[in-house]
């Protein structure tokens, strides 16, 4: 990936993946430990959680070959 995700966008990021649904079961302290996303760009990312800090996530882009990608990317339409 080329660009830089600024803030605000990651936030509606994470915003889009949980109003669509694409998350994964909550973890003890409510939050789910995966939430994914697609981007305008159709680009397709992973929001996962910090082990030791509830509500804090941390992104990446999906590559190409993980087929958890082509997965998000199914049900996103």
Excluded: C, Q
Excluded at 8 to 35: C, H, M, N, Q, W
Excluded at 48 to 68: F, I, T, V
């Amino acid at each position: 990936m080329a660009r830089t995700i600024r803030h605000e966008e990651a936030l509606a990021l994470l915003v889009s993946g949980v109003l669509k649904g694409t998350i994964s079961a909550p973890r003890g302290d409510g939050f789910p430990k995966y939430i994914w996303s697609v981007s305008a760009a159709r680009e397709v990312f992973e929001a996962k959680s910090h082990p030791n800090d509830s509500g804090r996530y941390h992104g990446y882009p999906l590559e190409y070959e993980d087929a958890m990608r082509a997965y998000v990317l199914s049900i996103w339409k």
